[in-house]
T-cell receptor, first 116, second 115 residues
Framework: DAGVIQSPRHEVTEMGQEVTLRCKPI?????LFWYRQTMMRGLELLIY????????DSGMPEDRFSAKMPNASFSTLKIQPSEPRDSAVYFC??????????????FGAGTRLSVL | QQQVKQSPQSLIVQKGGISIINCAYE??????FPWYQQFPGKGPALLIA?????SEKKEGRFTISFNKSAKQFSLHIMDSQPGDSATYFC??????????????FGTGTLLAVQP
């Protein structure tokens, strides 16, 4: 299996621009998580989906952030408009929500976002 | 109450030494405690995990020690190697009856093993 695939790996944009991050979960997994990692705040859960439905978006910092999961194999995290303080590494993770496996999350390699 | 407190923030160990990272929690409903390992430029990956019905779990050079009464758990890396240099995250979750479990992560420990 190719694992969780994120794109792009690096994104540099200017303040005010729209940014879209993409994630392809592991085939067969039915839960998907978006995290943000910074030196100051560590690894923060932004939102997670189960069977393509958003379950908990309490970690989304502002209305500028939105996430969608139109089908089981694709999710996006969008920031509009972007600000310098959004600069971070964004991770997507997926899991198979049954039994003990529902505790195990598999992470992608992340997208490093720099907002100038 | 949902927090997991992790220490130290960074750790330097000589090759062959023992690395110890500690975590503490408040929520007694937590029933699963994993450790994730993250190398530079990569996402975190599950290293080892424990449930509170046992006090210790060992996998190779990695051991989790769990103290339920103190609400603390720790990762011990025996015979630490330069290849173990990475950031380590503890985490906790509980089964609230939903379809999936949310992990609460500690703040991470940057481990450097010197040759």
């Amino acid at each position: 299996d190719a694992g969780v695939i994120q794109s792009p790996r690096h994104e540099v944009t200017e303040m005010g621009q729209e940014v879209t991050l993409r994630c392809k979960p592991i085939s067969g997994h039915n839960s998907l998580f978006w995290y943000r990692q910074t030196m100051m705040r560590g690894l923060e859960l932004l939102i997670y989906f189960n069977n393509n439905v958003p379950i908990d978006d309490s970690g989304m910092p502002e209305d500028r952030f939105s996430a969608k999961m139109p089908n089981a194999s694709f999710s996006t995290l969008k920031i509009q408009p972007s600000e310098p303080r959004d600069s971070a590494v964004y991770f997507c993770a997926s899991s198979f929500a049954t039994g003990v496996a529902k505790n195990i999350q598999y992470f992608g390699a992340g997208t490093r976002l720099s907002v100038l | 109450q949902q927090q997991v407190k992790q220490s130290p923030q960074s750790l330097i160990v000589q090759k062959g030494g023992i690395s110890i990272i500690n975590c503490a929690y408040e929520n007694t409903a937590f029933d699963y405690f994993p450790w994730y390992q993250q190398f530079p430029g990569k996402g975190p990956a599950l290293l080892i995990a424990i449930r509170p019905d046992v006090s210790e779990k060992k996998e190779g050079r990695f051991t989790i020690s769990f103290n339920k009464s103190a609400k603390q758990f720790s990762l011990h890396i025996m015979d630490s190697q330069p290849g173990d240099s990475a950031t380590y995250f503890c985490a906790a979750s509980y089964d609230y009856g939903g379809a999936t479990n949310k992990l609460i992560f500690g703040t991470g420990t940057l481990l450097a093993v010197q040759p």
